[in-house]
């Protein structure tokens, strides 16, 4: 057997995220579902990280093990199963012991926003009608760098050891009629990024102070989140290892 180290892009906008549910319609099923086909029985995947339910990627990584094969006639068989919402963008024979998640060095997200209701990007931004002083959310960005212990943005069921993560870039930018926050990290916990990207927006729409955020960030308190930013703007951009 073979270890293979697999990119993904997908459109998570139909999909109940990346992990296997029993019952619903999954990034790694799909994946898992076509392979069976080919290797005809299953081949489990391992992915960089779970994206949750409507979240997209650029560039999820996983691995799997697999017999010897032609790595240019598989990938060309896994695009023909999978659905147009899912594609395999490149794979290649690794390390035995390389892991997707475990060797993970580092996590890039961005979140995108449009001003305004968009036709073309009606799944991949949310629409945020009110003025967001940027400034203000360039000032909130930057303090959430600093922070070791994300408690406060982590769903409250999530099984977790523990809730530090080590934030390594946090900013906003401007993508023509687009804001982007844009996140690295080493690792990144259930629900994390769009707990702060509402946290943000509402900073910027009037709702919170910079007081209160930080009297949410300090509270560890899921439940003093304002808001949580809708699926359909996240993406995972890139893993490095």
Same mark, same amino acid.
């Given at each position: 057997? +073979? @270890?293979?180290? !697999?990119?993904?892009?997908?459109?998570?906008?139909?999909?109940?995220?990346?992990? %296997?549910?029993?019952?619903? @319609?999954?990034?790694?099923?799909?994946?898992?579902?076509? %392979? /069976?086909? *080919?290797?005809? /029985?299953? *081949?489990?995947?391992?992915?960089?990280?779970r994206t949750d339910t409507g979240v997209h990627a650029r560039n999820q990584v996983a691995h799997f093990d697999i017999p010897e094969t032609n790595l240019n006639i598989l990938k060309r068989s896994l695009n023909g199963l999978l659905a147009s919402d899912i594609v395999v963008k490149s794979l290649?024979?690794? !390390?035995?012991?390389?892991?997707a998640r475990f060797d993970a060095k580092k996590r890039l997200y961005r979140y995108y926003i449009s001003p305004q209701p968009t036709a073309l990007n009606r799944n991949f931004a949310w629409v945020v009608w009110q003025p967001l002083n940027w400034t203000l959310m360039q000032v909130g960005a930057?303090?959430?760098?600093p922070v070791q212990d994300f408690r406060a943005f982590c769903k409250v069921k999530s099984e977790v050891k523990h809730h530090r993560? %080590?934030?390594?870039?946090?900013?906003?930018?401007? /993508?023509?009629?687009l804001l982007v926050y844009e996140i690295t990290a080493d690792r990144f916990l259930h629900g994390m990024v769009r707990a702060i990207v509402g946290t943000l927006v509402a900073l910027g729409s009037g709702k919170i102070t910079l007081a209160e955020m930080e009297r *949410?960030? =300090?509270?560890? =308190? +899921? @439940?003093?989140?304002?808001?949580?930013?809708? !699926?359909?703007?996240?993406? %995972?951009?890139?893993?490095e290892y």
């Open positions: 057997m +073979r @270890r293979v180290k !697999a990119v993904f892009e997908y459109d998570g906008t139909n999909y109940y995220g990346w992990q %296997l549910q029993k019952g619903q @319609r999954t990034i790694q099923g799909e994946i898992e579902q076509a %392979l /069976k086909i *080919i290797f005809k /029985k299953r *081949i489990p995947v391992t992915g960089s990280g290649e024979f690794c !390390a035995p012991d390389f892991h930057e303090r959430i760098k993560c %080590l934030i390594l870039e946090s900013r906003w930018l401007r /993508k023509e009629d *949410i960030i =300090d509270s560890g =308190d +899921r @439940r003093l989140v304002p808001q949580t930013a809708p !699926a359909r703007g996240l993406v %995972l951009e890139k893993v």
